[in-house]
Structure formats: structure tokens, C-alpha cells
């Protein structure tokens, strides 16, 4: 545009040759510039250049007019009635075409005229409808009993809504869906009912999953029967509501059901993958498979997964019916995933052309072991059980496992459970050093509490010591393999946690008091309140935090203990490794101290010696508590080593018996006092009684620790 002024502006300028504008000079004369050759664009887009004498001038291309710019601008033919009608104009640059409607096609004449689908194609409605003709397009009328769901253009489906009728012997558990049936009978019997009361596709979803909340939620399935006609009415009611819902993909969730459904609708079928996700679950299938043979001009698959679905012992051990030999009877069942359905519309689905996918959440990370294993499987309706035919796993890891089925049901992944064979040997050696563990401690407790000769800080830690392993023993010897209730098992683990955590908290403590008797000499004696602080209120404040964190935590499938996922046996090992090393520190310096104390110029030997004696006594205590429970580790490990049981199994069950001979028989104080508690019960010893008490001096306590000697 700028090279067309100046040459505008030419005309009005002088020429330098002499000659006019619009001319040239050529052999002597003026001739006539043709500009349009000489610039080609000077007229710019969509427009043609006229040379004149001396001038020039532009003219658009047809379909083009002249703008108030200078410039040529398209021309909308469309603004017109152009196309006449049963047509739509579609602009292009200089011109324009005509398209006919749908349902309308271009007649010779070149206009549109009505297409009769009804008598170019028969079938278009099926068997079951009359095909009515209108312009543009056609409609489906569907014969009574059938129904296109409001889908006019589409083939009629055979209704069967007295699947919707409650049935005479239908369990009281589904009274719940009693409304819900109700509803969806109504839904059913409007559909071929044009001047019917019509309730949304999206409504019903709505009432299927609040419904199904109020079922699950206090409901636990106990009979096959129940959870057959439960999974059913489901998987039927989604059948109903799939092709009612409008949007391509709908989504719902509740408090204990979530729902994805897909839709496609178009005249040809659809094709490609098709993936639905919820919760717990990924289900990845073909629109072919969704399909099957028959097209009715719409397609849908859904899939359900049920957050508290509980299923009873009963039915989970109905597994071990597709099992032959003796080991794999014994085998225990437990839901490893949420339960999920798959519905599609393709009615044949016992035999699917390609196998769908299903990708499951486990409920509880946990990785297979040689107890512990995992197994697709879908809800037999015939059988009334969870069944493996037709399901293959894939893979499976600690958190997911994935699934290949050849028909379509409700799926779950099972845990099967391995029983591990407990050896009579392990359960008599742990009966017995428990129960000669728990005479030697009452003995214990017997002594410290009333032997008045040896009472003293370090007495009352052994008391609290003994009564903390004396509780822990009892609850380990009576509820260490109670794994049948659930909540006694958690409460049995919880207690252990307690008084083993609270154990070692006074083993602490005595380290502590050995520590200030040889560094500290003077003020040694701990106060009360501050040896219960750590002694109970230490181990109450670790396991309540536990419990709080991780509830599921206490108990196992094996034992009532600690579980081992998520790292919650560090909760136990954590705070014991650090009594552990700090007792060490506490009794490398004790030792220390004593040493520069027997090297000095006047020794106190007496009680030098009684409290290098009390630093071995504890030193040995710390060597017998905190050495069963390094084996201990290895026990509750998934794969224990049986050495490593035998050991954990032999000195745990004979801490008590450890601590009498430590504590009581290897002190002369106290076996004095047995001796004169003999000798009192047995009247004809009271010469030998007399004897003894004017041949032994009284037993005094050390002024300034309060301790006993040995």
C-alpha cells in the first residue's frame, strides 16, 4: 500500500527525464508507463490492476467489494437467503456453499428434500418399534414391554421391570432397598410411557448410592444369598440409569459408594479404549467389549466400588472349596481391596471376546510372603462365593495388584493367609518359663515391698521393674495369640507396649540412681513423683501418640503385637535402643568413677564394693532385659528365623526367673530374711532360729544412700 501512494504522489511531481507522470522516456519520445507491470501488488489482495494512458485503476475480484480503505474485503453471501431452506450457507473467501440439514438430502434440482428413514432402512427401529417419518429426521415408538430409554432414535431394548419387584424371601438386610427397588420399577414402567412421570438418570445414581450407604453402614453381608441379591440389584439398577444419564461421563460419591459411568451415543458404534477410575480401583476395557454384537445407538459402562463392604468368615472361606489337598483347606481368606462392579451394556458378558482389566488398591500395604499371598476373584452368583475362574493376576506389588478377567461381575482381591504350624516345643518351653517367670516375680514383689532391711530407691525401682514384667508376662502368656477379636488383640498388644516400654524406663531409672550414687555421693535418693514420671508417664505418652497415629497398628494377623507396616515396631525398638544406650553411657561412667575411687589414697572399700556390686547386678539385668528383645526383633519379622524363636522364646520367658536369682537369692540381706521367715514358720527350728538372730548383726542401711549392703 505504500508503494501505490508514491506512485500517486508521482503524478503530481516533475519529471526528471522531461516526460509527464504516468510516461517514460524511451529513443527521444515520451511512451506511456504501464504501472501494473511494473508493480504487480500495487492494488493489493483479491483485486485486478487496468492500466490507462498515464494512469491505472483497481477492480475486486468477484465476491470481493472495495472497502473505504482502498482495499477489497470478502463479500458474506450468506447475510442473504441464498440456500433457500432445509439448508445452511457456509462462507468462503469470494464465494460460498450450500450444505442440506440432517435428515435432508440435495435433490437434482438443488434443493433439499426430506430423507425417509423409515423406508430407506427398515431395521433403523428394529423389530420391536414402529419407525414414524418427519422432516429432518425420524422416531422410534417402541412396542409395549420395550423401551430406548427417551433415546427416540434409537432401537427399543426388552424391559423387564418385574426384576425390580422384591422377592418373598429376599433377607430383612434389604428392606433398605426396598424404596430404592420401588423407584426404579416406577422409572421402568415410565419409559414406555410418554405422559409417565419421568425421574433423571442422574437422580436415580443419586438414590442408588444414598441407599447403598444406608445398607452398608450397619450391615454386615452373612449370607451368600443376601450379598447375591445386594450385588445384583446393584448391577441391575446400573443396567436402568446407564443409558438415562445425559453427560458423557458422570461421577458420583457418598460416604461408602463411589460411581463412575460413561456414555456414548451416536449413530455409529463407538470404538477405542475406554478407562473408568474410582477410589479403590482402575477398570480398562474397549467400547467393542462395551458394545458386544448388538448396537441400539447408545453404549454405557459403569463401575461401582463399595468403601465398607464386609463380607463374613464364612463366605471367605468358601474359597477353599476350589482347593484339592489338605495344606491348602486350612488356608484362611481376607478381603485385600474394596469391592467394585463392572457394568457395561453388552448384555453377554459371561464370555468376553477380549479380557477387561482391573487395577485394585490393596486396603493394607503389604508385600507377599510365604504366609501371605494374593488372588483375583469375582462374586459366583450360582455358587454364593468368591470364585477364581476366569480371573488371572497380572502383577501384584505391597500396593496394587492387577487383575484379567474374561466376563464381568463384582471383583475383589483376596489375601490368602497361610497358617503357620506353631512347634509344641516353643508353646511348652514358653508355658512353663512364664509361669515359673511369674512365681519368681510375685516373690519379687513379695520381698521388695516387705522386706524393711533392704528398702531403699533402688528397692523401689526393683518393685515397679518386677510388677511392670509381672503384668507384661500374665497378658503375653494369656493374650499374645488371641488374633480373633480384632479389638481384644489391639488391646492386648497395647498393653505389652505399655509395660515392656515401661520396664526398661525403670531399668533407666536405676542407671540413673547408680549414676548419682558415685558421681554425685551426696542428695542421691530420687524423688517419687519424678521416678513415676518417667517410669509410667514416659511409656503413656509413647503409646498413646502410637495409638493415636496409627490405630490398626496394634495387633497382626500372626500375634497380638506391633504390626510391621508403616514402620510402627520402631514405636517399641526406638525407645528401647535408647534406654539401651543410655544405661551404657550411665555405666561406662559409674565404672569409670569407681576405678579412680579404688586408686585413690583411702578408699572407702565398703562401699566401694556394695555399689560395684549393685553396677553388675544392674549391667547383668540390662544384658538379660534388653538382649531378649534383640531377638525379639527377628521374631515378629515376617520371615523369622527359628533360631532366632528359640532364643526370644527361652529368655523372655525366664525374665522373671533371671531377676529372682539376681535381685533376691544372690543378696545376703535377703536370703537372711528368707532364712528367718523359715525358721519362724517351722516351730521346732526356734533354737537354730535364736542362734542365728545373736550370731548376726543387724542389717543396716548406708546413711547416705539409703542402699543395703551385700
Known amino acids: 500500500m505504500e508503494l501505490k501512494w508514491i506512485l500517486i504522489l508521482g503524478l503530481f511531481l ?52 472495495m472497502s473505504s480503505a482502498g482495499s477489497c474485503k470478502d463479500v458474506d453471501e450468506c447475510l442473504s437467503s441464498v440456500c433457500g431452506v432445509h439448508s445452511s450457507c457456509t462462507n468462503t473467501p469470494g464465494s460460498f456453499f450450500c450444505s442440506c440439514s440432517p435428515g435432508f438430502h440435495q435433490h437434482k434440482s438443488g434443493t433439499c428434500e426430506d430423507i425417509d428413514e423409515c423406508s430407506d432402512d427398515p431395521e433403523v427401529c428394529g423389530t420391536n418399534a414402529d419407525c414414524s417419518n418427519h422432516p429432518g429426521g425420524y422416531s422410534c415408538k417402541c412396542h409395549q414391554g420395550y423401551s430406548n430409554y427417551g433415546n427416540n432414535q434409537s432401537k427399543c431394548i426388552e424391559m423387564d421391570c418385574d ?20 423407584l426404579l420399577e416406577k422409572s421402568c414402567e415410565s419409559l414406555n410411557d410418554p405422559h409417565g412421570e419421568h425421574v433423571t438418570g442422574e437422580k436415580l445414581l443419586e438414590k442408588l448410592c444414598s441407599s447403598s ?82 448396537y441400539p445407538g447408545f453404549a454405557f459402562v459403569a463401575l461401582v466400588s463399595y468403601k465398607e463392604l464386609n463380607s463374613s468368615t464364612d463366605l471367605l472361606q468358601k474359597m477353599s472349596k476350589e482347593k484339592s489337598d489338605d495344606k491348602e483347606k486350612s488356608v484362611s481368606y481376607q478381603l485385600g481391596s474394596k469391592v467394585v462392579t463392572a457394568v457395561v451394556s453388552n448384555t453377554e458378558t459371561k464370555q468376553l471376546s477380549e479380557p477387561v482389566t482391573l487395577i485394585f488398591t490393596h486396603m493394607e500395604e503389604r508385600a507377599e510372603s510365604e504366609d501371605m499371598s494374593y488372588s483375583c476373584v469375582y462374586w459366583d452368583e450360582a455358587e454364593g462365593a468368591w470364585s477364581g475362574r476366569g480371573c488371572e493376576r497380572a502383577w501384584s506389588n505391597s500396593t496394587h495388584t492387577e487383575c484379567s478377567c474374561s466376563h464381568l461381575s463384582s471383583f475383589a482381591v483376596l489375601m490368602a493367609l497361610y497358617p503357620v504350624q506353631e512347634s509344641h516345643e516353643l508353646e ?10 511369674l512365681v519368681c516375680l510375685f516373690l519379687c514383689i513379695l520381698t521388695f515391698q516387705f522386706c524393711r532391711s533392704i528398702q531403699g530407691t533402688r528397692t523401689s525401682i526393683h518393685l515397679h521393674l518386677s510388677i511392670c514384667l509381672f503384668i ?98 520402631l514405636s517399641f525398638f526406638v525407645p ?51 538382649g531378649t528383645w534383640i531377638f525379639g526383633f527377628f521374631l515378629f519379622q515376617e520371615k523369622g528365623t527359628e533360631v532366632m524363636l528359640y532364643l526370644f522364646t527361652i529368655f523372655n520367658s525366664l525374665q522373671g526367673v533371671f531377676i529372682f536369682i539376681m535381685h533376691c537369692l544372690l543378696s545376703k540381706p535377703v536370703r537372711i530374711e528368707y532364712n528367718n521367715l523359715f525358721v519362724r514358720m517351722c516351730p521346732h527350728k526356734k533354737k537354730e532360729e535364736y542362734s542365728s538372730t545373736n550370731s548376726q548383726k543387724p542389717l543396716r542401711s548406708d546413711d547416705s544412700t539409703g542402699e543395703s549392703h551385700i
Open 163 to 182: 426384576q425390580f419387584k422384591p422377592e418373598s424371601d429376599v433377607d430383612h438386610t434389604l428392606e433398605k432397598l426396598k424404596d430404592l427397588m420401588s
Open 576 to 626: 528401647v535402643c535408647i534406654v539401651v544406650l543410655l544405661n551404657c553411657f550411665f555405666f561406662v561412667i559409674t565404672l569409670w568413677k569407681l576405678a579412680k575411687k579404688f586408686s585413690s589414697l583411702n578408699p572407702d572399700l565398703s562401699s566401694l564394693n556394695k555399689i560395684r556390686s549393685f553396677t553388675v547386678t544392674a549391667v547383668a539385668q540390662l544384658v538379660v532385659l534388653g
Open 213 to 294: 450407604d444406608e445398607l452398608l453402614s450397619d450391615e454386615k453381608m452373612a449370607d451368600g444369598k443376601t450379598l447375591s441379591h445386594f450385588l445384583g440389584a446393584v448391577e441391575n439398577s446400573m443396567r436402568l440409569i446407564g443409558p438415562q444419564l445425559k453427560k458423557p461421563v458422570t461421577r458420583i460419591e457418598t460416604d461408602n459408594t463411589f460411581a463412575e459411568v460413561a456414555v456414548m451415543r451416536s449413530q455409529a458404534p463407538p470404538s477405542g479404549r475406554v478407562t473408568l477410575n474410582t477410589d479403590s480401583a482402575l477398570f480398562k476395557t474397549s467400547w467393542e467389549t462395551v458394545v458386544g454384537n448388538s
Open 428 to 437: 511348652l518351653i514358653t508355658r512353663v518359663g512364664l509361669g515359673l517367670s
Open 472 to 569: 507384661a508376662d500374665l497378658v503375653f502368656l494369656c493374650g499374645i495369640s488371641s488374633t480373633e477379636n480384632r479389638v481384644g488383640c489391639g488391646i492386648v498388644a497395647g498393653l505389652l507396649h505399655f509395660f515392656f516400654l515401661s520396664a526398661f524406663c525403670w531399668m533407666l531409672l536405676e542407671g540413673v540412681q547408680l549414676y548419682r550414687m558415685v558421681v554425685l555421693v551426696f542428695n542421691t535418693t530420687l524423688k517419687h513423683r519424678y521416678m513415676f514420671a518417667v517410669g509410667y508417664g514416659a511409656p503413656l505418652v509413647i503409646v498413646s501418640i502410637s495409638a493415636i497415629t496409627y490405630p490398626k497398628g496394634y495387633g497382626t494377623d500372626r500375634h497380638c503385637w506391633l504390626s510391621l507396616h508403616h514402620y510402627f515396631i
Open 14 to 65: 516533475p519529471s526528471c527525464s522531461g516526460c509527464a507522470i504516468g510516461y517514460k522516456f524511451v529513443k527521444r519520445k515520451c511512451v506511456d508507463e504501464d504501472e501494473c507491470a511494473v508493480f504487480p501488488i500495487v492494488c493489493g489482495d483479491y483485486a485486478q490492476c487496468v492500466n490507462t494512458e498515464g494512469s491505472y485503476y483497481c477492480t475486486c475480484n468477484e465476491g470481493f467489494k
